[in-house]
């Protein structure tokens, strides 16, 4: 059925490292994809998002690149920062329906 | 311009009593979405409705939950005879009725817990 894989955390990494968090997805049609992020004891914000295949979403730093052929919404920042610990989530949605999440991965910046 | 709301941020209750989470989507959204998110879990669709209608309800437990949004005030997830199992987080979040994509507004949700 549809659903989303996200790499399971947590990941733990030190300021200014490299950071990617796979993201795989079933769907049928062409969803829009999403990654939300959540701080601690707040709700989910949304950090960005693609519509169609081959699209990048961007902000703060952070990417994803829309991959139709290998269904795929991978999130990738080139220098974490401590204030990017948070969990994100990946999401799928196809139209004015639900959005389907990921189970999260919550992110460790240690200094 | 606000963005959603819910009350209460935190709620506590006995096993048996009712719950009433609250949820006003942003200005000018009328489709209000309900998730529920367990600990250390991911979110999880419950319910997606529009003024005075019920669009999808596949996500909910099939007996104690219900949920409305009338036409005037904010939408109610009501939870009767809570169960310790129903502790979480629950988050609303609203969408504009146009658009070419879904992207949905969420609010900081309610914590629900249930001694």
């Known amino acids: 059925g549809d659903s989303v894989t996200q790499m399971e955390g947590p990941v733990t990494l030190s300021e200014e490292a490299f950071l990617t968090i796979n993201c795989t997805y079933t769907?049928?049609?062409?969803?829009?994809l999403f990654w939300y992020v959540q701080y601690p004891g707040e709700g989910l914000q949304l950090l960005l998002k693609?519509?169609?295949?081959?699209d990048k979403g961007s902000n703060k730093g952070f990417e994803a690149t829309y991959r139709k052929e290998t269904t795929s919404f991978h999130l990738e920042k080139g220098s974490v920062q401590v204030s990017d610990s948070a969990v994100y989530f990946c999401?799928?949605?196809?139209?004015?329906?639900?959005?389907?999440f990921g189970t999260g991965t919550k992110l460790q910046v240690i200094p | 311009n606000a963005g959603v709301m819910q009350n209460p941020r935190h709620l506590v209750r006995r096993r048996g009593q009712e719950a009433r989470l609250r949820c006003s989507p942003m200005?000018?959204?009328?489709?209000v979405y309900w998730y529920r998110q367990l600990p250390e879990e991911g979110l999880k669709f419950m319910v997606y409705?529009?003024?005075?209608?019920?669009?999808?309800e596949s996500g909910m437990p099939k007996e104690r939950f219900s949920a409305e949004f009338p036409k005037e005030g904010p939408s109610i997830l009501r939870i009767q005879q809570v169960v310790r199992g129903d502790s979480a987080a629950y988050f609303c979040?609203?969408?504009?009725?146009?658009?070419?994509?879904?992207?949905?507004?969420f609010g900081p949700g309610t914590r629900l817990t249930v001694l």
């Open positions: 999401a799928w949605s196809g139209g004015y329906q639900k959005v389907t």
């Open positions: 769907a049928t049609g062409y969803p829009s």
């Open positions: 693609a519509t169609k295949a081959d």
């Open positions: 200005k000018g959204h009328s489709h």
């Open positions: 409705l529009q003024k005075e209608n019920i669009i999808d």
């Open positions: 979040a609203s969408s504009p009725p146009t658009g070419s994509y879904n992207e949905q507004f």
